[in-house]
């Protein structure tokens, strides 16, 4: 599967953007999809995931009540509604995948990637 993460920007504290991630291929519905971010300096984080039918989803304690992860099988596409945006949430978001449908936390768990887009909040 390849992956094309969109809809990073510019934008202050307490506002809010939603992040895209479409895929290619034809098993989309058959990968638990995740989004990562990774700030200047530091490692990449578990962010978000979802499982395959999109009936489960999991975050991170730092965006619990403010993001919210989703997905259209028809479309292949994954999304990350972010909400109450801080400063501490610059980074690059990655959207990722993985084929066994499992969930899990590390990011050198999950072997596809996109490219990343920047969220930049400003305070």
């Known amino acids: 599967v390849q992956l094309q993460a969109s809809g990073g920007g510019l934008v202050q504290a307490g506002g809010s953007l939603r992040l895209s991630c479409a895929a290619s291929?034809?098993?989309?519905?058959?990968?638990?999809m995740g989004w990562f971010r990774q700030a200047p300096g530091k490692e990449r984080k578990f962010v978000a995931s979802?499982?395959?039918?999109?009936?489960?989803?999991y975050y991170a304690d730092s965006v619990k009540g403010r993001f919210t992860i989703s997905r259209d099988n028809a479309k292949k596409m994954v999304y990350l509604q972010m909400n109450s945006l801080k400063p501490e949430d610059t980074a690059v978001y990655y959207c990722?995948?993985?084929?066994?449908?499992?969930?899990?936390?590390?990011?050198?768990?999950?072997?596809?990637w996109g490219q990343g887009t920047l969220v930049t909040v400003s305070s």
């Open positions: 990722t995948a993985r084929s066994d449908g499992g969930i899990y936390y590390a990011a050198n768990e999950y072997a596809y």
């Open positions: 291929g034809r098993t989309f519905s058959s990968y638990s």
């Open positions: 979802i499982t395959r039918s999109g009936g489960s989803t």
